[in-house]
């Protein structure tokens, strides 16, 4: 079956960490981009972090450059998102999705909508 599962979500006071899983099913990460999103409460869901082993392009947006680490373990197909010094304005559900390439997770807005393949989501909560 081709699918992606979340896992790591929880509650973490401000200035901790949590690492976020997205395991690949189905499919390699090698043929594949895979990138997270984020979408808050009344907010739209947002890029915040992508991989793409084909080019080995990385993409992170300017409000988790430097704190977020995204990587990925092909014998496990799993992709991961460290996350480290977190906000409360990180609070928000983290989606994995597949993409062809990282520009999705980069331009954002209706192109999301066009992605095929998601997770089922992991609620992150940081405390202030």
């Known amino acids: 079956e081709v699918q992606l599962v979340e896992s790591g979500g929880g509650l973490v006071q401000a200035g901790g960490s949590l690492r976020l899983s997205c395991a690949a099913s189905g499919f390699s990460l090698d043929d594949y981009a895979i990138a997270w999103f984020r979408q808050a409460p009344g907010k739209e869901r947002e890029g915040v972090s992508c991989i793409n082993r084909h080019d080995g392009r990385l993409f992170y947006s300017d409000s988790v450059k430097g704190r977020f680490t995204i990587s990925s373990d092909v014998d496990k197909n799993t992709v991961f998102l460290q996350m480290n010094s977190l906000k409360p304005e990180d609070t928000a559900v983290y989606y994995c999705?597949?993409?062809?390439?990282?520009?999705?997770?980069?331009?954002?807005?209706?192109?999301?909508?066009?992605?095929?393949?998601w997770g089922q989501g992991t609620l992150v909560t940081v405390s202030s």
């Open positions: 999705a597949r993409d062809l390439d990282c520009l999705t997770a980069k331009v954002g807005g209706r192109t999301i909508d066009t992605l095929d393949l």
